[in-house]
């Protein structure tokens, strides 16, 4: 098994805890830098959120830009890899970007702990796609929709509003496979790569008579279902909870 292929899925799940490599998480945001929005008003419920971004192998990634999706709220990783960013409070789409790499929207509840996770680099990505035979475009961005469940996914679904190019998932066994659903054996992930700039819904679906999904949370307040951002060389990540019938 290719454990750098492994990694670009390692990335995709809850936090960047290593695949293929591991970090002692220690502290250090004195090289951090912060901007403050000013459009945030002054009575407005606000949060502290620090973290760690990650490069692909676990190594910590220095000059990340982090912000709320949509604000200018932002802060830049320092060395190690860390930063801290005031933010209101709740569930927000985070946003991080950094050169050489493909960027992350992110939702995330500001007020549940320490945010930590990874980024594809542009040479993951490169191998992932030469893996599959396919040309990736910068100009377009990425869907990947996580299923959280109790058990490994096998048969579960998704789709888009928009267009996409190619949707895979990834075999432990055999790596990247093209398919619209979960694999048995597989990680939990579908991703849709080539998705048209601009918003698109997502529906999911269960396994046939094994598990039922519920239908994945929007940040916009609007569309039913609702839509998700997308940007260029820029991965949304959908999440959505499964259970067993």
């Given at each position: 098994?290719?454990?750098?292929?492994?990694?670009?899925?390692?990335?995709?799940?809850?936090?960047?805890?290593?695949?293929?490599?591991?970090d002692?998480?220690?502290?250090?945001?004195?090289?951090?830098t912060?901007?403050?929005?000013?459009?945030?008003?002054?009575?407005?419920?606000?949060?502290?959120?620090?973290?760690i971004?990650?490069?692909?192998?676990?190594?910590?990634?220095?000059?990340?830009?982090?912000?709320?999706?949509?604000?200018?709220?932002?802060?830049?990783?320092?060395?190690?890899?860390?930063?801290?960013?005031?933010?209101?409070?709740?569930?927000?789409?985070?946003?991080?970007?950094?050169?050489?790499?493909?960027?992350?929207?992110?939702?995330?509840?500001?007020?549940?702990?320490?945010?930590?996770?990874?980024?594809?680099?542009?040479?993951?990505?490169?191998?992932?796609?030469?893996?599959?035979?396919?040309?990736?475009d910068?100009?377009?961005?990425?869907?990947?929709?996580?299923?959280?469940?109790?058990?490994?996914?096998?048969?579960?679904?998704?789709?888009?509003?928009?267009?996409?190019?190619?949707?895979?998932?990834?075999?432990?066994?055999?790596?990247?496979?093209?398919?619209?659903?979960?694999v048995?054996?597989?990680?939990?992930?579908?991703?849709?790569?080539?998705?048209?700039?601009?918003?698109?819904?997502?529906?999911?679906?269960?396994?046939?008579?094994?598990?039922i999904?519920?239908?994945?949370?929007?940040?916009?307040?609007?569309?039913?279902?609702?839509?998700?951002?997308?940007?260029?060389?820029?991965?949304?990540?959908?999440?959505?909870?499964?259970?067993?019938?």
């Amino acid at each position: 098994m290719n454990c750098k292929l492994l990694g670009v899925f390692a990335v995709l799940l809850a936090t960047a805890t290593a695949a293929c490599g591991d970090d002692d998480g220690s502290a250090n945001t004195a090289d951090a830098t912060t901007t403050v929005d000013a459009s945030i008003t002054p009575d407005a419920s606000l949060t502290t959120l620090t973290g760690i971004i990650r490069t692909d192998n676990d190594t910590p990634l220095a000059n990340a830009t982090v912000r709320v999706f949509g604000s200018t709220t932002s802060a830049t990783t320092g060395s190690d890899g860390r930063f801290s960013l005031t933010v209101p409070e709740g569930v927000q789409l985070i946003e991080f970007q950094a050169a050489g790499h493909w960027g992350r929207i992110q939702p995330f509840d500001t007020t549940s702990g320490e945010f930590d996770f990874g980024m594809l680099s542009d040479t993951e990505i490169g191998d992932v796609a030469t893996a599959l035979s396919y040309t990736t475009d910068v100009a377009k961005g990425a869907i990947a929709v996580e299923f959280h469940a109790s058990n490994d996914g096998d048969g579960e679904s998704a789709s888009l509003s928009a267009t996409s190019e190619l949707t895979f998932t990834f075999h432990d066994a055999t790596g990247p496979t093209v398919s619209d659903s979960l694999v048995a054996g597989g990680n939990p992930v579908l991703i849709f790569l080539g998705v048209p700039v601009g918003t698109t819904s997502v529906t999911v679906s269960g396994s046939p008579g094994n598990t039922i999904c519920a239908a994945p949370e929007g940040f916009d307040g609007a569309g039913t279902p609702p839509m998700y951002p997308v940007v260029a060389k820029t991965l949304t990540v959908v999440e959505t909870t499964c259970a067993d019938l």
